[in-house]
Every structure is written in structure tokens, then in C-alpha cells.
């Protein structure tokens, strides 16, 4: 009975504010690691560098947004899986505001895996610790892969001029649901 109880406390939701394992795939970037940045930016294919950045842009401007996002960003994380940046993730502070943005990108590769929820969840429990209460994901009507990861961080959705904001009130939501954490291949060892 007591094997049975464990099990049920691992299947419910995990408190934010709870000690957890860190998840050693995520790492803090910063301008150390620009040549990983500038190789997975320039790995992503036209229409993944056209939802993040709104275009197809060339390598050389691609280059430059790395630079950028590594001088600018709150935080930024990346995802490694066989020793290779696999995804990135920027929170920004815009002026004044308490709420941050939100940016994922995860190649095509790797997509399907867990990539993007692990980041998300790295995020969250940073953003927590940086006394941010909100952070918000904008991102095109036919981000099919954002709206799911954002539905399943129970954000407000908002739909303004095709364009979805996806508001995750840290604040009101004191748990990352289970499934946030889920092991993916990555997890285990060989």
C-alpha cells in the first residue's frame, strides 16, 4: 500500500515553489555560447526562422539576432541533447512592466519530445524566482505546436488581429501541472 501511495504523489501536480531536480539539459546562456546560438539559428529552416521572426532571415541577420537576443534578454536558455543546442527560449522585460514575453524556438529535429514544455517549465520557475508574475507568448494564429504548449501551461489566449498572446499568470498558478515535467528520451541514460 505504501508502494501505491508513492506512486500517486508522483502523478500529482508539482508545487512551483517545491525543491526539483534540475533539469541538466537546460543551461543559462550567455555571450560564451554565441557560436552554438549563431549554428542553431542559422540550422532552422525557412519557415521555423519565419514564425520567430516574423521572416526568412539570412544567416548574417541571424547572426546578428543572436548577438542581440544575448545582450538583451532577461534570460535566455537553451535545451542541449547530445551535446548540441536542440532549442532556445528569451524572456524579455518591456520598460516598466511586470510582465515579461516569452520566446521559444525548438528545431525541427527535435520537435515532438518534450523539448519545448521542459524549456517552458525551466522558464516559469525562473521567471518566479525573478518576482515576475505574468509572462505572455505571442505567437501566429497557425502555431498549432505554441497554442498546445501554451493550453497546457494554462494560459489566457487571446486572439488580436491574427496574432494569439498567451498569458501565463505565474501569480494565480501556484503549480506546474505534472505533465510539464514529464521525462522525454533525453531523461535517460543509456
Known amino acids: 500500500m505504501a508502494a501505491v501511495r508513492g506512486i500517486a504523489r508522483t ?3 508539482v508545487p512551483l515553489s517545491s525543491p526539483q531536480q534540475p533539469d541538466l539539459d537546460i543551461r543559462q546562456l550567455d555571450i560564451g ?3 552554438s546560438v549563431q549554428a542553431f539559428l542559422s540550422g532552422l529552416d525557412a519557415e521555423t526562422r519565419c514564425r520567430r521572426f516574423g521572416a526568412p532571415l ?3 541577420a541571424l547572426d546578428l539576432q543572436a548577438i542581440a537576443a544575448l ?3 532577461e534570460l535566455m536558455l537553451g535545451i542541449f541533447s547530445e551535446q548540441r543546442l536542440r532549442g532556445l527560449l528569451e524572456l524579455y522585460r518591456h520598460g516598466s512592466s511586470s510582465v515579461m514575453e516569452l520566446l521559444i524556438v525548438v528545431e525541427g529535429a ?3 519530445r518534450g523539448l519545448g514544455r521542459r524549456l517552458l517549465n525551466a522558464s516559469m520557475l525562473r ?3 525573478m518576482d515576475v508574475p505574468c509572462v505572455d507568448l ?3 494564429s497557425d502555431n498549432w505546436p505554441m497554442r498546445r504548449l501554451a493550453q ?3 494560459a489566457r489566449i487571446d486572439l488580436s488581429f491574427g496574432t494569439f498572446r498567451a498569458r501565463i499568470n505565474l501569480a494565480q498558478r501556484p503549480i506546474i501541472t505534472r505533465h510539464l515535467r514529464t521525462p522525454v528520451a533525453d531523461d535517460y541514460q543509456e
Open 58 to 60: 539570412s544567416d548574417t
Open 110 to 112: 527535435s520537435r515532438r
Open 71 to 73: 545582450e538583451n534578454a
Open 138 to 140: 505571442i505567437y501566429a
Open 127 to 129: 521567471a518566479l524566482d
Open 152 to 154: 497546457s501551461a494554462g
Open 11 to 13: 502523478e500529482k501536480d
Open 33 to 35: 555560447q554565441l557560436p
